[in-house]
């Protein structure tokens, strides 16, 4: 089944602490995993994605944690800040033809108070 | 580089009108371009797909007659709703990928459809 489980669906942070969103997907075939953020109103930006043969990928403060054998993935935001305030969203996608398509999880939306 | 827009951001019209929805992509040439529909505090729902030069593929449950899409060239498509109600107000948003697998793609702003 083509599913992508994200939690929490809602997270409050304090400013410069951490926050992390998670994602479970079912799929072998996936083997891509992207993150997007979303301020309201304006269309999702990519933030950072990681494919399977690797399993960290840092940008910045923003690492994508994959544990294939768990078929999980993570998002850590190190040192929230309150401009990181959005709607997250992980995604997942597999090879070539509708296998390619994005599936998205339903969204974490991160507060980050200063 | 990789950026894509979309015009108009925001349309309001009367129940019944259609209305048309651009997508382009700017500094490069889109393979494939989507479109999704995302309502009030929920996830983007995938309602098809579309290459340059041929007919869209439309996910289950999308009415092709109703969500019309052109995809004239390699940066610019068109989502035409057709005879809308106050239903099928939401947000649109579209993306595009440059490379051969569909995985990185890259969105637009969204357009915000109020129907009257």
């Known amino acids: 089944q083509q599913q992508v489980k994200q939690s929490p669906q809602s997270l409050i942070v304090q400013k410069g602490g951490i926050s992390i969103i998670n994602c479970a997907y079912e799929n072998t075939a996936f083997d891509y995993f992207p993150w997007y953020q979303q301020f309201p109103g304006k269309g999702p930006a990519l933030l950072i994605a990681?494919?399977?043969?690797?399993s960290e990928k840092k940008e910045g403060r923003f690492t994508i944690s994959f544990n294939k054998s768990a078929k999980q993935f993570s998002l850590h935001i190190m040192d929230s800040q309150p401009g990181d305030s959005a709607t997250y969203f992980c995604a997942a996608s597999g090879r070539g033809g509708s296998q390619g398509n994005l599936i998205f999880g339903k969204g974490t939306k991160l507060s980050v108070k200063p | 580089g990789a950026v894509v827009s979309q015009h108009p951001s925001r349309v309001i019209c009367k129940s019944g009108t259609s209305v048309k929805i651009e997508c382009r992509s700017l500094?490069?040439?889109?393979?494939?371009m989507f479109w999704y529909r995302q309502f009030p505090k929920q996830s983007l729902m995938l309602m098809a797909t579309?290459?340059?030069?041929?007919?869209?593929?439309?996910e289950q449950g999308v009415e092709k007659d109703k969500f019309l899409i052109n995809h004239a060239s390699l940066t610019l498509s068109t989502l035409t709703v057709t005879s809308a109600h106050p239903e099928d107000s939401s947000f649109y948003i579209c993306?595009?990928?440059?490379?051969?697998?569909?995985?990185?793609?890259?969105f637009g702003p969204g357009t915000r459809l109020t129907v009257l």
């Open positions: 500094d490069f040439q889109a393979t494939t």
């Open positions: 579309s290459n340059e030069g041929s007919k869209a593929t439309y």
């Open positions: 993306s595009a990928t440059r490379n051969y697998r569909l995985d990185t793609q890259y």
């Open positions: 990681i494919r399977p043969d690797v």
